[in-house]
């Protein structure tokens, strides 16, 4: 039983930076594909950045330069560190897990059926 659990999401100022985290448990294979999506009510979740079981990052363009994602095996997590916040960064952001060829797809972004697990999000508020 995969539980994606995120945390962190805070209300922010604009210009300010947060970090998010999402501790993953159950996953049984060695590796993976993780993903952080963004939501506003009304619309579809947001591809925002991503992060296989090698290491290899892709961000989307719309976050590019102000959105990181990295991974610490050790513990588990995923966190995204968000600087210079925006109003418009404000949402629902959600991690989520799927087989590690999505990460291999430079495609990766429009593949946001192949993340078979989710985690229950975390509000950010700019």
């Known amino acids: 039983h995969v539980q994606l659990v995120e945390s962190g999401g805070e209300l922010v100022q604009p210009g300010g930076s947060l970090r998010l985290s999402c501790v993953v448990s159950g996953y049984r294979y060695s590796t993976y594909c993780m993903g952080w999506f963004r939501q506003v009510p009304g619309n579809e979740r947001e591809p925002l950045a991503s992060i296989d079981s090698d290491g290899r990052t892709s961000v989307a363009d719309s976050v590019k330069g102000r959105f990181t994602i990295s991974q610490d095996n050790a513990k588990n997590t995923v966190d995204l560190q968000m600087n210079s916040l925006k109003p418009e960064d404000s949402g629902m952001y959600y991690c989520?897990?799927?087989?590690?060829?999505?990460?291999?797809?430079?495609?990766?972004?429009?593949?946001?059926?192949?993340?078979?697990?989710w985690g229950q999000g975390t509000q950010v508020t700019v």
């Open positions: 989520a897990a799927a087989p590690p060829q999505v990460c291999l797809d430079s495609n990766w972004s429009s593949r946001r059926a192949d993340f078979t697990w």
